[in-house]
């Protein structure tokens, strides 16, 4: 195993309500290695992208810690900061909003280095955005090109681009390829895998979609209603899952395989509703088509195979008994 | 069986200062009585300028059909006059609309919006069996007819979406133009939604146009399908014919391998080189030749024709021709 | 790699410069060419006005030419005094245009730095600029000029002051709310995540995107800051009388208009040319400076 470049240890973000407070993320320990992907999934408001965010410190976690190559960096400042800061750069959902539309290709990709210093003088600047946008699949002719006269696809190139301009080691991808089209996805997501390997890119990669993140992830992580319920290597989840609700997300994809079209389906009842000042228990059990009395208890995550982890009471006694 | 629906080379344009946006060219599409069809296309391909056209809400002024028929139950849409429109939209065909959360009146009670398209398509009934119907309709759609003095705002993602299905079947129309109706929803909700269409498209014994870019979806809930490609349909037929995979268009082989699958191991997705071609500046041949593997010197000469390559399955490529066996 | 079999389709070569590109959309604006040129030469003419035009002509009197319609000698005719009118509209022109575009020069500026601030920090910064503004806003305009001239004391520079103070608290409120709607986009978090300062997105990200409405609604001012200074001027506390204004001449000529029309009318119509014009430029440069125009 490689070495572990992002650790987070019950990291908790809470966002205040006039109801109580919103555990936006509650309690969430992870770790990612170096040149790895964690697949974060679940559904919206579960608070993946608040996860994302809080790591990166552009939401500041309520309590726990974020370690980065071992060192807790939510209280550096200043100039120890920064050097941080660069090492972790962010893709955006929205290729529409995340680029400023005042801006050209260019100017868009040359930015984070112009704050940053990072570059000596204007030959070496230049010469770093040209390469940055070429593995980008970006030729020069788009320097002078706005964010609105390009389509998805390329939007998400450049939102792309600027992150790697500083050469992080580690992104926070969130949900980068839901808003485009399936042969475009294909495109960005290959990009992505690419550029893993040959600069060892390690990836948070957060995102609704099953397949997508089966494809990408070395590791997935299910949350729900802030929570992780299930956590373990990406075979594991898709061959050897064991939450409930693991098992509905699974069920409610639909496949192009025609054999599988009158499967079984799990259809869960009910919606996501927000999680303020949630009760102790678990947090699925008013959809969750197993739930108990015992439900009610706090569920603690257990290794239930090597390297996967369930919060779930039930699977735990099935995988020690 | 009887087409309920059928457009015949239907061209339809956008006019801007600068540019002519041909949104559809020769889209051709039949909809048998009772049937799901799955239309499948990807942003720009005229999905949605489809819908507009068959109930006739193209935008004034800068849009134009510049040819072909549409023709619903044997009448043909084109030449309707205002009354007869406004006779067949909702009451006969109605659409669903992507976004839940923008296509209901904020200030308005969800009751009385569903009532208000009682009123103008039922106005023989009386009040009360109009308040009836709308308690029917939720209770149909799983929402408790307690909330029907709620606002939109009260509701959540996937019961405002129940809440627009409501309001499209309480006229109970014979044709539902659904366009991609569970995109904005979380999986598990979209789920829910696709099991009640199909289920209160069977009780109504109504045909229905699924607009999707998920083949997933199409693959689950349809009976046949066409994939648009640049505003034509470029291959139709049942599921079972397109979903075997033999003999595909190359667009629809390629959107097939590029999306990660389940129950697929591949390292690498095979995405479909190069962008979607310029609706300003279509080329003359075939509109997929720039982004085609298999293109060769006569699919950039001339439009292909589309090929039978087996009843009812039907692609337009050139490759066909030769032996009609998939390549 | 896919990207090789892209074809130039969508996005011709483009090697002109930012300024190049802004002064080729504003020159695409007929209308704001023609503005900017009218107003240009306003500013010329009443500019240069001592050069070619004599200063006494502006405040010289005969009852004997008192009431004199357009002609050869007087080209815009006389009042009751018998002053030129021409002269008066002239070198009037010199304050009411300087003073109007200092005014809502400071007013742009100030409103784009407290509405900013409000709106980009938010919290308590936000609440005390806005109860400020909403001090200021709860007291007709007028009457607030005239207490700030009555606490300065009379004078064009003190006068400026007033104007403007009376003009900020609209302007901030719209720049407040344009931040706000800006704040939250993606963009400007993504500059977060490599560390740009707040000041930084503030001036580079944020007002930019909101420059357009703001340049709009401030030259829409100009009018009635110009009328605002006459109405100064008419209670005594704006420009001290014998020296012309636009708005002045029309209010001192006020009780003619009835029998003298072209006392009202010509002044009028330069207080209209420049407002008109002012919008005009208004416009060309909010949709020259949206890279969103087609070139």
Not at chain 1, 212 to 232: D, F, L, N, P, T
Not at chain 2, 127 to 143: A, M, N, S, T
Not at chain 3, 91 to 97: A, K, P
Not at chain 3, 181 to 190: D, H, K, N, P, Y
Request: aromatic content about 6%; glycine content about 8%; overall charge neutral.
């Amino acid at each position: 195993m490689s070495e572990v470049l992002i650790e987070t240890r019950n990291l908790k973000k809470y966002f205040p309500h006039k109801l109580g407070q919103v555990h936006a993320v509650d309690d969430v320990s992870l770790r990612i290695c170096a040149g790895q992907t964690l697949g974060v999934v679940g559904e919206s408001g579960c608070g993946k992208s608040t996860l994302g965010r809080a790591i990166i410190r552009l939401h500041q976690p309520t309590s726990g810690e974020v370690l980065y190559k071992g060192e807790n960096i939510l209280n550096l400042k200043g100039r120890d900061w920064r050097r941080v800061q660069t090492q972790m750069q962010m893709i955006f959902q929205d290729p529409y909003s995340s680029l400023n539309p005042r801006m050209s290709v260019k100017q868009l990709i040359t930015e984070p280095l112009r704050v940053n210093h990072v570059a000596a003088n204007k030959a070496e600047l230049e010469e770093r955005v040209r390469s940055t946008m070429e593995l980008c699949g970006l030729p020069d002719r788009y320097d002078n090109v706005y964010p609105h006269e390009m389509d998805g696809g390329r939007r998400q190139r450049v939102g792309l681009a600027r992150a790697l301009a500083l050469n992080p080691e580690f992104i926070v991808c969130d949900e980068p390829v839901s808003a485009l089209d399936v042969s475009i996805q294909a495109q960005i997501l290959n990009l992505l895998m690419d550029l893993q390997e040959s600069r060892n890119l390690s990836y948070m990669f957060i995102t609704h979609d099953l397949c997508v993140v089966r494809h990408i992830s070395h590791q997935i992580m299910v949350m729900y209603m802030g929570q992780v319920v299930e956590y373990a290597p990406t075979d594991e989840i898709f061959e050897n899952h064991a939450h409930p609700y693991t098992a509905a997300l699974l069920s409610a994809i639909p496949t192009t395989d025609l054999s599988r079209r009158n499967r079984e389906r799990v259809v869960l009842k009910g919606e996501v509703s927000n999680p303020i000042n949630p009760k102790p228990g678990c947090r699925f059990a008013p959809r969750c088509p197993y739930a108990s009395e015992k439900c009610n208890e706090p569920q603690n995550l257990t290794e239930i195979a090597p390297n996967h982890f369930v919060a779930c009471h039930e699977c735990a006694k099935q995988a020690g008994g | 069986m009887e087409n309920l629906l059928e457009i015949k080379d239907l061209y339809v344009n956008y006019e801007t200062d600068e540019s002519v946006v041909h949104a559809l060219n020769g889209f051709t599409l039949n909809v048998k009585k009772g049937e799901t069809l799955g239309l499948v296309g990807e942003t720009g391909a005229g999905k949605t300028t489809m819908c507009l056209s068959v109930l006739r809400l193209l935008p004034e002024g800068v849009s134009k059909v510049e040819g072909g028929s549409i023709q619903y139950d044997g009448k043909d849409v084109l030449s309707m006059n205002k009354s007869e429109l406004r006779q067949m939209r909702g009451a006969q065909i109605s659409m669903i609309f992507q976004d839940p959360m923008t296509s209901l009146n904020p200030v308005m009670r969800v009751g009385d919006q569903i009532k208000e398209v009682l009123s103008l398509h039922n106005p023989e009934l009386s009040d009360k069996q109009k308040d009836e119907r709308v308690d029917d309709i939720l209770k149909l759609v799983g929402i408790s007819p307690d909330r029907k003095d709620q606002f939109p705002h009260q509701f959540s993602g996937g019961m405002k979406q129940r809440v627009v299905i409501a309001m499209a079947l309480v006229a109970e129309p014979q044709l539902l133009l659904a366009d991609e109706p569970t995109t904005a929803l979380d999986v598990t909700i979209q789920a829910q939604i696709l099991a009640l269409m199909k289920q209160l498209k069977e009780k109504f014994d109504s045909s229905m146009i699924l607009i999707t870019h998920d083949l997933g979806i199409v693959a689950e809930f349809c009976d046949s399908v066409a994939i648009v490609y640049a505003g034509e349909v470029i291959e139709t037929g049942s599921i079972e014919q397109v979903f075997e995979r033999t003999k595909n268009h190359p667009y629809t082989e390629g959107l097939f391998n590029c999306i990660p699958d389940l129950t697929s191991h591949a390292a690498r997705l095979t995405p479909i080189p190069g962008y979607m071609a310029d609706p300003t500046n279509l080329p003359t041949g075939c509109k997929f030749a720039d982004r085609c593997g298999r293109c060769i010197d006569k699919c950039r000469q001339a439009a292909p024709e589309m090929v039978e390559v087996d009843p009812g399955h039907f692609v337009k490529c050139n490759q066909m021709e030769k032996g009609g066996s998939g390549l | 790699m896919d990207m090789k079999k892209e074809k130039t389709t969508s996005s011709p070569q483009k090697k002109k410069s930012q300024a190049q590109l802004i002064l080729i959309r504003f020159t695409k604006n007929k209308l704001a060419v023609i503005g900017l040129i009218v107003l240009v030469a306003l500013m010329l003419t009443s500019l240069t006005a001592p050069l070619w035009l004599d200063y006494s002509k502006v405040t010289h009197q005969s009852v004997r030419e008192s009431f004199q319609t357009p002609n050869a000698e007087h080209w815009f005719g006389t009042d009751q005094f018998g002053r030129d009118l021409f002269a008066r509209v002239i070198y009037g022109g010199r304050i009411s245009l300087f003073a109007g575009l200092v005014t809502i020069g400071i007013a742009f500026l100030l409103g784009i730095i407290l509405g900013g601030a409000a709106g980009f920090f938010g919290g308590a910064v936000d609440t005390v600029i806005m109860r400020f503004t909403d001090i200021l806003m709860s007291v007709p305009g007028i009457l607030l000029s005239i207490s700030i001239v009555a606490a300065l004391g009379q004078g064009l520079f003190k006068m400026l002051i007033a104007l403007s103070v009376s003009l900020i608290p609209r302007q901030a409120r719209t720049v407040r709310s344009a931040v706000i709607t800006m704040r939250g986009q993606e963009f400007v978090e993504a500059a977060r995540t490599y560390g740009c300062s707040n000041f930084g997105i503030l001036f580079r990200y944020i007002i930019p995107n909101v420059l357009g409405p703001l340049i709009v609604g401030v030259m829409m001012g100009l009018g009635g800051v110009i009328l605002q200074i006459a109405s100064l001027g008419y209670l005594g506390i704006g420009i001290a009388p014998p020296t012309p204004e636009w708005g002045t001449i029309i209010s001192e000529n006020q009780a003619n208009i009835m029998y003298h029309m072209y006392l009202g009318i010509i002044p009028g119509l330069f207080i209209m040319i420049a407002v008109l014009s002012l919008n005009f430029v208004g416009d060309g440069l909010r949709d020259a400076l949206d890279p969103k125009m087609k070139n």
